[in-house]
């Protein structure tokens, strides 16, 4: 089995913009450094990005982007290039949830962005994950291999060890429904069995693929402690000093 090193990060979404994001980064950085054996990234939104990656530039910690177009330049009013996140980002995220379900994202579109990625030496944390019209109606195999098959399709085999795969069970968020590690588990078997399809089962063992349904310093250790998640991707919780404690759960739960 390859060997993977966990990875946690923290999706601020819609929230702090350079002034807040220094703020926050500044009261957490001394904690956060402190803890090793987990890669830890800090996804601000796009205007925050320089306020973060300056502060964090000569730490072991990096910088994501929560999003990007898969053009270089042109008249696409909005939008964000790979090429101005690179030297500001290590890491994108692709395909999040709610891109797909606010504005209308779909698996070719997040295909093309994962690509352009890779093409621009980002490493895309590629988001998947069921609705819970789709958990109730036992189509959760169904959807996961669509996404799968769809969003990470012709990717460069010889690299897939740069790729993240974040399974949000859509499902378990703001909903009242909790996840268990066992639903986890087994989305995560789902995903690396496609992938070795798709690739070869040498390539897929390389990815790693983290848990991002309501994640929090109580519950992440559970998921954590499971062989085939390799970290998360946190949402609110990592607008709070919480995310130091959840990266922490998370490096003793890897030491087991």
């Known amino acids: 089995m390859a060997t993977r090193t966990p990875i946690v990060a923290g999706n601020w979404k819609m929230n702090y913009g350079p002034n807040q994001a220094r703020e926050f980064v500044r009261g957490i950085l001394g904690d956060l450094t402190t803890i090793g054996g987990v890669e830890k990234v800090l996804c601000p939104p796009a205007i925050s990005i320089p306020a973060v990656q300056t502060l964090v530039a000569d730490m072991p910690i990096t910088v994501g982007a929560q999003n990007m177009y898969f053009e270089e330049q042109g008249a696409f009013t909005g939008e964000i290039s790979p090429l101005m996140l690179q ?152 607008l709070k000093p919480e995310f130091v404690e959840i990266v922490r759960r998370t490096a003793e739960a890897k030491r087991l």
């Open 87 to 238: 030297g500001l980002c290590e890491y994108v995220i692709l395909g999040h949830s709610e891109r797909r379900a606010y504005f209308g994202e779909t698996d070719e579109l997040v295909n093309r962005k994962t690509l352009s990625a890779f093409a621009h030496n980002l490493r895309p944390i590629v988001c998947v994950g069921e609705r819970l019209e789709d958990r109730d109606a036992n189509r959760t195999e169904r959807v996961l291999t669509e996404q799968v098959r769809g969003s990470l399709a012709n990717l460069p085999a010889e690299r897939l060890a740069e790729l993240v795969v974040a399974y949000e069970p859509v499902w378990a968020i703001g909903t009242g429904r909790a996840a268990t590690p066992q639903d986890a588990f087994d989305a995560a078997t789902l995903i690396r069995a496609l992938l070795g399809e798709m690739y070869g089962a040498q390539a897929a063992e390389r990815v790693r693929v983290q848990y991002g349904g309501s994640v929090t310093a109580s519950n992440v250790a559970d998921f954590a402690a499971l062989p085939e998640i390799d970290g998360s991707l946190v949402g609110g919780a990592s």
